[in-house]
């Protein structure tokens, strides 16, 4: 049986691609070559290192480490990887490997929970991972250095522009205080036929309000013709909803945004569509040309049918969501192609898209969108799909999806973030955090980390001020009705906008681009779907916390660290963290702490969210941003 080793017994693993350290990173270009250095205490016993590496599905080889020297006890060994030989002329693949220790009477194995840091076992588990991209893979420059938010368009502001008006639909005129249309439990049938009124007009004359938090990115819910308040039933895709203005209120939109310095990411729902659409026409109000009673339909093939072609297959057994055919050349095409949906509204004016359950898009229509999006923007579209996971090693449907191997996804919305925020914050322990920080730094291409849409909330989760003053007492027994009407007390409210300052702080400063979801900054709560989506408060907000978002904006966007700078998590010890960005021109350490003692930690700064000299210390349940006074310096 293998007993804990001692730290001085612990070999080194470090990494390095042209002279330059690499041991944080996994994720490497196909022309690189990697250099591994292992050092290895004499204490260890070990005679030889062996890499034992396999591509993914396939066999292991193992490949024996040169030794190079002796220093003080120390053992070196060394072994350089081409990129370009692993991938045997591929462009691009992902692979999985660990070092064996040698001791003669037995083998110890690196065992990694986070990509980085690792234990030596007796057997061999969880392997190192290592990807390899195109190597003209790039993510927009544009992107990485702005402010996202994301606004679902029914809720935001009611503009004073010409919208259509449809007698099939419930206008709740009660923007302050009327709630959301809900079924009486999750999973029964809802028409989602109660509008609130906001549209695209509205969002066009809150420009400055934008700009007072530094958004620089624009995303929108689903803005085509569809039955539904939230539009994710496409209607026709070549067509903007009139209840938001329509193509009119949409162009005016685009001009407002670009003389703002905004730019615009639409909600690509490529996945279904709705029953009662042009394509499908379940209720035939398009004529009776659509796939479902027709089946001579051009649309026909689009959609998935039961052998006897009298049932077709839904999104996740929603009847009013047939979905779309993948293997639809003819659908791929009138979406995906040249000439297409995706296209269109790229050359009319928008700058990327994100892709609704980016899991359930087979590789071909991924394939063919980035080719298409890169050559009808020249390089400048974002593609920013819906995973819920770490999507380097996304398995979906039996398949490991290749979204980073650069013909895909620029980016993908991190909720594997999201879910470490919140743990963090609610039982006050840094590792899972920390661990989840390193695991996708060390999996993702660099220029995807910079790029990721780092979010607390969207319109499919609770609101993040409701869960972080909930906490652990959530009540999940509780019914739709009682949730529709159900506030936080005074004392979990003031708890929440707390920790929501944490949070946020976090979501800012870490890589990747903050995605706030509107009103979040403004103190807005809500539970599950639909509750999430209530109306912006508007001479409502939390005046302090939407000053503190503000800043944060400020601080974000005036600090090219938090753009594409270095990272490196320093500590994560029970409730403290402190990590650190840098670039040539400056260095940032942010520390949080969620204990309920105060924590020392020794640098010379200013704490940019206070504007005041760095103490040494950082107080229980308190978050600081210090620039570090020696700015100039290019190393941790």
């Known amino acids: 049986m293998l007993t804990k080793l001692t730290v001085s017994a612990m070999p080194t693993i470090l ?13 490497f270009s196909v022309e690189e070559i990697i250099d591994f250095t292992v050092l290895v205490p004499r204490k260890l016993g070990a005679s030889a290192v062996v890499l034992r590496i396999c591509k993914d599905g396939e066999g292991d080889r193992d490949l024996p480490l040169l030794f190079a020297k002796t220093t003080e006890g120390i053992d070196e060994y060394s072994i350089s990887l081409s990129c370009k030989e692993l991938c045997g002329g591929e462009e691009s693949g992902l692979f999985f490997y660990e070092f064996l220790f040698l001791r003669g009477f037995d083998t110890l194995f690196t065992v990694t929970q986070n990509q980085v840091d690792f234990t030596l076992e007796s057997y061999s588990s969880q392997r190192f991972a290592l990807s390899v991209y195109s190597f003209d ?39 302050e205080n009327g709630i959301p249309q809900y079924p009486e439990k999750n999973g029964d049938v809802l028409a989602n036929n109660m509008f609130f009124g906001g549209n695209l007009w509205g969002i066009a004359e809150k420009m400055d309000y934008l700009k007072s938090l530094g958004v620089g990115i624009l995303y929108l819910s689903p803005i085509f013709r569809s039955y539904s308040n939230h539009k994710y039933d496409t209607g026709d895709y070549l067509e903007i909803d009139g209840m938001f203005g329509g193509e009119e209120a949409f162009r005016h939109l685009i001009k407002c945004a670009k003389e703002a310095d905004i730019r615009i990411v639409l ?10 659409s042009r394509y499908f026409d379940r209720f035939g109000e398009y004529g009776g040309g659509g796939a479902y009673g027709n089946p001579d339909s051009p649309y026909r093939n689009w959609y998935c049918w039961s052998p006897d072609g009298s049932k077709y297959e839904t999104w996740w057994g929603i009847e009013i969501l047939p979905k779309l055919n993948p293997q639809s050349k003819e659908c791929r095409d009138f979406l995906a192609g040249r000439g297409g949906v995706a296209e269109r509204y790229i050359k009319m004016g928008i700058d990327g898209w994100r892709l609704d359950v980016a899991d359930e898009l087979s590789n071909e229509f991924l394939f063919e969108l980035r080719d298409t999006v890169k050559n009808a923007s020249n390089g400048e579209g974002i593609i920013i799909g819906e995973v819920w996971e770490n999507a380097a090693l996304k398995e979906a449907y039996g398949h490991r999806r290749q979204y980073f191997g650069g013909k895909q996804l620029d980016s993908v919305m991190n909720y ?22 390193k695991e996708i730094y060390a999996t993702y291409p660099r220029c995807v980390c910079d790029a990721l849409m780092n979010l607390l909330g969207t319109h499919d989760t609770e609101r993040i001020l409701t869960v972080l003053g909930e906490g652990n007492d959530r009540n999940f027994e509780e019914s739709n009705e009682i949730l529709s009407t159900k506030h936080l007390t005074e004392i979990q409210y003031q708890k929440g906008i707390a920790l929501l300052k944490m949070a946020a702080t976090i979501q800012y400063t870490v890589y990747g681009v903050p995605s706030v979801f509107y009103g979040d900054e403004a103190g807005l709560e809500g539970y599950h779907d639909p509750f999430c989506r209530r109306p912006y408060p508007w001479g409502r907000e939390n005046q302090d916390l939407l000053r503190f978002y503000q800043s944060l904006g400020k601080i974000r966007t005036s600090h090219s660290a938090f753009e594409a700078g270095d990272f490196a998590i320093d500590v994560a010890e029970n409730g403290f963290l402190a990590y650190t960005r840098w670039n040539e021109k400056e260095k940032i350490t942010v520390l949080v702490n969620r204990d309920s003692v105060e924590h020392a930690f020794d640098l010379n700064g200013v704490d940019l969210l206070s504007d005041s000299v760095y103490s040494g210390v950082i107080l229980p349940n308190t978050v600081q941003v210090i620039l570090h006074s020696t700015a100039k310096e290019k190393k941790l």
């Open 15 to 27: 990494k390095y691609v042209d002279g330059k350290d690499a041991s944080l990173r996994g994720a």
């Open 137 to 175: 893979h790039t993510v927009p420059a544009w992107f990485s250095g702005r402010i996202m938010y994301h606004v679902f368009v029914d809720r935001f502001f009611r503009g004073s522009g010409a919208v259509e008006e449809r007698d099939d639909v419930i206008i709740n005129e009660d923007w």
């Open 267 to 276: 909600d690509g729902v490529f996945n279904h569509t709705g029953n009662n």
């Open 416 to 437: 594997p973030l999201r879910n470490g925020i919140l743990s963090y914050l609610l039982d006050g322990d840094a590792t899972f955090l920390a661990d989840i920080l």
